[in-house]
């Protein structure tokens, strides 16, 4: 079943902006909007397992932006039946598909903008990213990690919302761009860390890197001050 459906609404109506809401464990679809004359703003929603996430459909248009959107079986985003949205901010990642656009559409009708797609996006819009978003816990933890590289990354437009879902300040701090996804983050930029002098004690045997034997220790350089709470080591060969 469709949890959220959108229909038959005028733009500036209130009952039209999907605002402020999290979506887990969907049958069908999270949300829907139908109909011409639907024209709703989607915005500051997390989406955690549907079979669709948002759908767009028969002639609608739709603005989605800051939306955080993950672990859907099918698409992530649907857009079909000569529909049109403009996607702003927005993170969808680990889902079956980012986005499907039906081939009926004419051209130009999905644009996106300084979103974070798995699989990358080489239609119509800029500033689009395919890197992980380094959730805090991509289980059940959708915030932005300190070194995430969707902070500071999205697009600053008078329609991009003051407040993220939960409430704290977008952008933040303030002056700066905001974030990808529905979580602002409390950094401007990420946190840029070089990692030096790299030691994991010698030709040891990958069985022993896996079991965290030796120690792995290394030298880091931090862009900010403050401790870091989490680090991110890659051991290779080659």
Not at 4 to 27: M, R
Not at 157 to 167: A, F, K, N, Q, Y
Request: proline share 5%.
């Amino acid at each position: 079943k469709t949890a959220y459906e959108i229909y038959q609404c005028d733009w500036s109506s209130d009952v039209c902006s999907s605002d402020l809401n999290i979506f887990k464990n969907i049958d069908q679809t999270a949300i829907q909007v139908m109909y011409g004359w639907s024209n709703p703003i989607i915005r500051n929603n997390l989406i955690d397992g549907a079979r669709f996430g948002i759908v767009i459909t028969t002639y609608a248009s739709a603005e989605i932006i800051n939306n955080t959107i993950v672990n859907c079986t099918e698409d992530a985003l649907t857009v079909r039946d000569t529909a049109t949205a403009k996607i702003i901010n927005t993170i969808a990642w680990d889902n079956a598909e980012s986005i499907h656009w039906w081939t009926n559409n004419p051209p130009g009708q999905v644009e996106i903008y300084n979103s974070n797609l798995d699989g990358g996006w080489s239609g119509i819009g800029s500033g689009n990213i395919n890197q992980d978003p380094y959730f805090v816990n991509p289980d059940n933890n959708f915030h932005l990690m300190n070194f995430s590289s969707c902070i500071g990354a999205g697009l600053d437009t008078s329609i991009v919302p003051t407040t993220d879902i939960e409430g704290n300040p977008r952008p933040n701090p303030a002056g700066s761009n905001p974030d990808m996804g529905a979580y602002e983050n409390p950094l401007a930029e990420p946190v840029i860390i070089e990692i030096h002098n790299l030691d994991v004690g010698g030709e040891e045997d990958i069985f022993h890197l896996i079991s965290h034997e030796p120690t792995i220790s290394y030298i880091y350089y931090s862009s900010v001050e403050d401790t870091l709470t989490y680090y991110q080591v890659q051991v290779s060969s080659y």
